[in-house]
């Protein structure tokens, strides 16, 4: 990166982020792939189409999300203030939706007729065939066979809405094996096609695309802790699968190098195990799905398969610019395991009355622990990516109970 | 150009007016001492080039066949390492037979770029087809393969405008590998007219051989794109000739390699048959 003192300068014109990032796709894509770029491009800085997006994300999505001080979280914690940006109360139910919205928009506009995506919790799945449904257009979601069976609730939802869900059962049926069989899905139906990936990874224009529909979280958190306490925040604390709620939360703050920011990774059953899904923290670089960022692999190369009980944050990868960012040392990443999460799910829910997503009660059971090393006039803004009904069914059985 | 395997086997081809038959396995499926069996009775079936897979686990742009050929090896114990070493043996016995490794860019980059080149160059590799390294990223190891004197093909895609083409040309050595379908290996077949209209939009703008694949399922097909071009690329069909001799516990059957082997006589026949 040319300019030393911005976080935020990224990519460069070949998509990178330093050595993160690129184009690494079969060349039936490339063509489609430029003309991603070249239509987001057109559109990013086009007053007419941000309207179109800034009305749906008003009176569609349910825009602003509140950034809600959480009184009795914060008094659980007996530190920082606690805050948590709601997009748990956006239509749908998540982040995710942000992002739909605009390439939904920018998927119009290139004139394509059929939607494909990826989906690990379904929340990336539901919204996608929410917008497909908003706008008219044949939606098919890619989805492991793992992963179907623990989100039951939004696989119907996604049917109801009129999508197809298709089953993925290579490899260990979650999120990585379902973005394969979605990118082998584009290269088949390229003349029709429009893949709206899910989170800040993919080839390039994808992570800077999606980072650019999301980084609205970050924008309106500051705003309303300016305006709610006058000043930055001291924290922020978000969950990391691919990383688009955590980077949408971080972006507009990189360069407030005051403001410390943790994304949390998840441990599945430690990262000292085989099972977790840390590409950061228990990864190293690699090229997979378009783009060169930490990975879980093996000696030769091969990508271990990640675990988490949470299903949006079971993947082997991670955000390019999340690379990035870590490498040059801007944010720091923890990791939470499965039982942590669980229990702040509990904690949360039984607290603040908010039944958090799986993925979010990552973030959730970091910021307590960080919370409490904190002093009771400092700031702790933690991201509600999504709201935890879809994962019920999961929580219960981590408890014992039998629905 | 310096005298490569593979131009000089492509020169050879064209001076006996017939086109090459290109058989892709993957190195390791389904076990070791299978894969080598199969690779070292290649050319003696009728094979004028090989392509061996080097497995991954994550291989986008295969279809079923391939993909489980792939997951065979891994459970095999293949790796870089020992795709390299069954290279090294097949040149004891074979020194002109071309072969070319192909797959993702991942473990290439795990084992390290220039200590594999190195280590391929030295094992007797002639080339590489990186099904997930478009021009975009020649940086990465197209350049430095060719820096080493190994050809780096490109494949060509039905997506392609001339500007494109033009670009993948100017790039190619080797040859320029025509993937006949939009989509991935062994799911649909050619169409004929196609094929042959892209055949001639790639030589006006490139003078190396032109390989068709990704299409090619029978003997038939490859008779007929082997006339349309300068060489037959065929895969998912040869391996789907080891799926379907594996019993129930997914070992290799006894006769699975005659089986494969004879299958790939029949394509070679077929090849041969169509610039007599
Ligand atoms: C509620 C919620 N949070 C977080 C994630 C993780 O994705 P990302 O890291 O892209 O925000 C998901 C993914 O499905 C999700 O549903």
Redesign the pocket.
């Known amino acids: 990166m040319n300019t030393p003192n911005t976080f935020m300068a990224g990519p460069d014109e070949d998509g990178r982020f330093g050595i993160f990032g690129g184009r690494f796709v079969a060349e039936t894509l490339m063509p489609l792939i430029l003309d991603v770029e070249k239509h987001f491009n057109e559109v990013k800085d086009d007053p007419e189409f941000q309207a179109q997006v800034q009305g749906y994300l008003k009176q569609y999505v349910g825009r602003p999300s509140p950034l809600y001080f959480a009184e009795r979280f914060t008094e659980h914690c007996g530190g920082a203030k606690v805050y948590f940006k709601r997009e748990d109360l956006n239509h749908t139910g998540?982040?995710?939706i942000n992002s739909c919205i605009g390439q939904i928009l920018l998927a119009k506009r290139m004139g394509k007729k059929r939607i494909i995506a990826e989906?690990?919790?379904g929340?990336?799945g539901v919204a996608t065939a929410t917008v497909c449904a908003l706008f008219g257009l044949d939606c098919t979601v890619f989805m492991g066979a793992t992963d179907i069976e623990r989100q039951q609730p939004n696989v119907f939802r996604m049917k109801l809405l009129g999508a197809e869900v298709r089953p993925v059962t290579a490899g260990s049926g979650t999120l990585k094996d379902a973005m394969n069989e979605a990118l082998r899905d584009w290269v088949a139906n390229v003349h029709d096609t429009y893949y709206l990936i899910?989170?800040?990874a993919g080839p390039h224009p994808y992570p800077v695309m999606v980072r650019e529909f999301q980084k609205i979280i970050g924008e309106e958190a500051r705003e309303q802790i300016m305006e709610q306490e006058g000043r930055l925040p001291d924290m922020l604390v978000a969950?990391?699968?691919?990383?688009?709620?955590?980077m949408g939360l971080f972006y507009p703050f990189l360069d407030d190098t005051d403001v410390r920011i943790i994304g949390v990774e998840a441990a599945g059953h430690g990262v000292d195990t085989d099972e977790h899904a840390a590409s950061l923290t228990g990864g190293r670089p690699g090229v997979l799905h378009g783009n060169r960022t930490y990975l879980l692999q093996d000696d030769d190369g091969q990508i271990i398969e990640a675990h988490s009980i949470s299903?949006?944050?079971d993947y082997p990868g991670i955000g390019p610019e999340h690379s990035f960012l870590f490498d040059a040392g801007r944010v720091e990443y923890h990791s939470i395991k499965d039982d942590e999460a669980v229990a702040a799910f509990q904690l949360c829910t039984k607290l603040e009355g908010i039944i958090p997503?799986l993925?979010?009660s990552h973030a959730l059971a970091e910021a307590e622990k960080l919370a409490k090393q904190m002093s009771k006039d400092e700031i702790l803004v933690v991201n509600m990516?999504?709201r935890g009904d879809k994962d019920v069914n999961t929580i219960a059985k981590a408890m014992g109970t039998v629905l | 150009m310096s005298q490569t395997r593979l131009k000089t086997r492509f020169d050879q081809l064209k001076a006996e007016g017939r086109s090459a038959l290109v058989t892709f396995i993957t190195a390791g499926d389904p076990d070791l001492a299978t894969s080598k069996k199969l690779l070292m009775g290649m050319p003696g079936a009728g094979a004028d080039v090989i392509e061996l897979g080097m497995p991954f686990s994550d291989p986008m742009a295969d279809g079923p066949a391939i993909q489980l050929g792939s997951q065979r090896a891994l459970a095999a114990g293949m790796n870089l390492k020992n795709v390299l070493a069954m290279v090294r043996e097949f040149r004891q016995a074979d020194n002109d037979t071309p072969i070319v490794l192909m797959g993702y860019f991942n473990p290439i980059y795990s084992y390290g770029v220039d200590g594999f080149l190195k280590d391929a160059a030295q094992a007797g590799v002639d080339g590489f087809i990186i099904v997930d390294l478009p021009p975009e990223e020649e940086r990465e190891f197209a350049i430095p393969a060719q820096k080493a004197g190994l050809d780096f093909i490109y494949l060509c895609t039905p997506t392609a405008d001339d500007a494109r083409l033009q670009l993948i040309a100017d790039r190619a050595s080797g040859f320029i590998y025509y993937v006949s379908i939009t989509g991935v290996t062994g799911t649909a077949s050619a169409v004929t007219s196609d094929v042959d209209a892209a055949v001639k939009r790639i030589r006006q703008h490139s003078d190396l051989p032109v390989a068709i694949g990704f299409g090619i399922n029978t003997p038939d097909q490859a008779k007929t794109m082997a006339g349309l071009s300068d060489a037959a690329v065929v895969g998912s069909a040869i391996v789907k000739r080891i799926a379907d001799n594996l019993d129930e516990n997914g070992k290799a059957k006894a006769g699975l390699s005659e089986a494969v082997l004879s299958y790939v006589q029949e394509l070679a026949d077929g090849v041969r048959a169509a610039k007599a």
């Open positions: 998540a982040h995710k989906t690990g919790a929340q990336h899910g989170t800040v969950c990391v699968g691919g990383g688009s709620n955590a299903a949006g944050l997503a993925e979010s990516s999504g």
